[in-house]
């Protein structure tokens, strides 16, 4: 995988631009030397794979950024699994899937530190994932996201993408 790939003359699809990470990451997309494409929820509704499949149709990203998610505090994730769970599988199978077919260059997907068992030896090392049983309050979410960096792993491995996950582990 090339290490100096450049955002500049790209068209870079941030989907989750007014999230806490998606801010940040929009703030420092726009000091760049390329266009920056981060449409609101109203905008684009990435639980509708039609609406996801024909966004990327029509704009054509060079890289495409998954920083949304359906996210919620300790007693949302408690009383609703299930909707925290499909939902977020939803949007990342959507994403990917539209993203693969408009041969987006690059993407870059946003994990979360709960995937980690809930007694993972500290510091956590990326060998600790899978290992134990998760945070049980918010399991569905955990395991929506250990199921998207599988997605990328398997467009990697299977296409040659240079897909990657990211796992932002202090916000």
Same mark, same amino acid.
């Given at each position: 995988m090339e290490s100096n790939f450049s955002l500049d003359g790209k068209r870079v699809f941030l989907a989750g631009g007014s999230g806490l990470v998606g801010r940040a990451l929009l703030s420092q +997309? %726009?000091?760049? !030397?390329?266009a920056v494409l981060s449409p609101s929820h109203e905008d684009l509704d990435l639980l509708d794979e039609r609406c996801t499949t024909d966004y990327f149709s029509e704009m054509r990203p060079d890289v495409a950024i998954l920083a949304a998610a359906r996210v919620g505090g300790i007693g949302a994730n408690q009383s609703q699994p299930y909707d925290f769970l499909m939902d977020n599988l939803r949007m990342e199978i959507n994403f990917m899937t539209a993203a693969h077919e408009a041969n987006v260059e690059r993407l870059g997907f946003l994990g979360s530190s709960c995937i980690y068992p809930k007694l993972a030896p500290q510091p956590l090392a %990326? !060998?600790? +994932?899978?290992?134990? =049983? +998760? %945070? =049980?309050?918010?399991t569905g979410y955990a395991m929506a996201k250990l199921s998207g960096i599988e997605m990328v792993n398997a467009v990697r491995a299977q296409f040659g993408r240079p897909w990657i996950s990211l796992l932002p582990s202090n916000l």
């Open positions: +997309l %726009e000091q760049r !030397s390329c %990326e !060998s600790a +994932l899978v290992t134990g =049983p +998760l %945070e =049980p309050t918010n």
